[in-house]
Structure formats: structure tokens, C-alpha cells
């Protein structure tokens, strides 16, 4: 293990497992980034074959899509992806907080275009998920450039993941599986961050990131894991949809009430 790599601290441990969420700063090197990112490229030069539009506008035809967010995932380009060290520091740190033992799930690279993006809108990832997460999903999120409100930083709701599951809705005007949910704005925290901080939250932790209004690319890989044994995604929430961007079909899976 890479010697860089921080161990959660007793501080830490009791911060995230009070609010829900936590900001690791300097985390992760700069070349281990600049690695990552350098990987990434291909998922933008190339996103008709490689990714989804998460935010697929209705209005738009499937060949027509303008990938106001940009979804892949960084192990579909970088096959040794799952060895390299800031992966096993994500399962171990991760475990700490969460006070379980971990594997690591699925990452996904989200990307917003300069000036025609839109917020990734407040939702929790057990929304998306369903029960079998139940308290067993913490996430890791690594942006790779600067991050604030600007360009779509990380926001949350303090404490919202003790207060079980909210109802969610898919976004008007979508085209693909974007929900969201109401919360209570008053209590969102704001993450600016520097490239090389992370953040993790609780899976049933509300958080939303804003819209880039910059000039620049917003590119972020997030990271999500699961307690050992929870089994992936399922027994689903009745808001919970599937689409499938190579065809256009939108699946509706099994659900039961909320
Ligand atoms: O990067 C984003 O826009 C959203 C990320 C997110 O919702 C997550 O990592 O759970």
C-alpha cells in the first residue's frame, strides 16, 4: 500500500457516521490522477459507443443525444483499473467509516460539458438501488479537476441518512433513469473540494451536484461499494426504471411500495 494513502482517523469515523458524509482531503497523488484521467479520455472522445446521456432529454432523438452528463465507467477502457492502490484505499477507508467489511461494486465516470450541463438533482443512492443496500453502500467520489458550486461540487443533506428512504420521482423531461426527491434545502452542506480530496457518503445520504458553468470540463469518477454478501442492486423502490441506450428501452423492474 502506497504509504500516501490516509487511514480514517477516530475523528472522522465519528464525523461521518453523525452527518452522513465526509470531505478526505489530499487523498489521493496527483499522478494517480492524472493516470485516471488520462484513461477517461476515451469515454468523451468516443461517448456514443461507450457511454449513456444521464441526463437524455426527451426532446432528443437516441443518435441525437448532446450528453448534458456524460455516463460511463473508467473499467470498461483500463482493465488493471481494480489493482491500482487509490481502489484498495477506497474499500479499506470506506469500510471504516461504515464499520463493515467491504467489496468494491461498480464505478462510473460522470462528466459535464462545459455551459450546456445540468445538476446531477438531490437524490439517494438506495433510490436507485433498492432495499437490498439497505445501509450497506458507501460511496467514493473523486473529481479530477477543483470542484465548487460553480462547476459542480458535491452538496448534501447533514444527517439526511438517518432518516431512511424519501420518495423519488424520475426527472421531467428525461429520457433516461435520472430520479429525484424533495429536500430540505436549509440543511445542505456545499463541498468545494481540490483535486486530490475525496468524498464519501452513506448511501442513504441525499446529495446533489450542481450544473458546470465553467469553461472547463467537470469530470468526476465515482467510486461505490457494497457491504460483502449484499448482493448488488434490488428488491427496487416503484420509481426505479432501466434504460437501455444502445436501443431506446426502458425497462420497468419488480418493485414493491414504499
Ligand atoms: O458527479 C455527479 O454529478 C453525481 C455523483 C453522484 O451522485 C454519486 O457519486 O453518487
Redesign the pocket.
Known sequence: MNMHFPDASAEQIAFFREHGWLVVEDAIPQRDLDRLEAECEVLIREKDRLAYDWAWSDKEDLKDRSFR?IQSSPSFVWKDIREQPYREWLIRFGAALMGMELSYWYD?F?A?PPHRSVP?YW?Q?EGYWGRNLDDRGV?G?IPLQDVDARN?C?HFIDRGHLEGVLPHRLVEGMRSDLLTCDVDARRAVVCPIRRGDVTF?HSKTP???TANTSDRWRK?V?N?MQQVGAGGEGDHYPWKVTVNQRTGERIVPPSRPL
Open positions: 452528463i462510473q460522470l459535464k446531477t437524490h443512492d460511496t467520489w459542480g458535491m457518503h446529495h446533489m451536484t468526476a465515482t461505490h
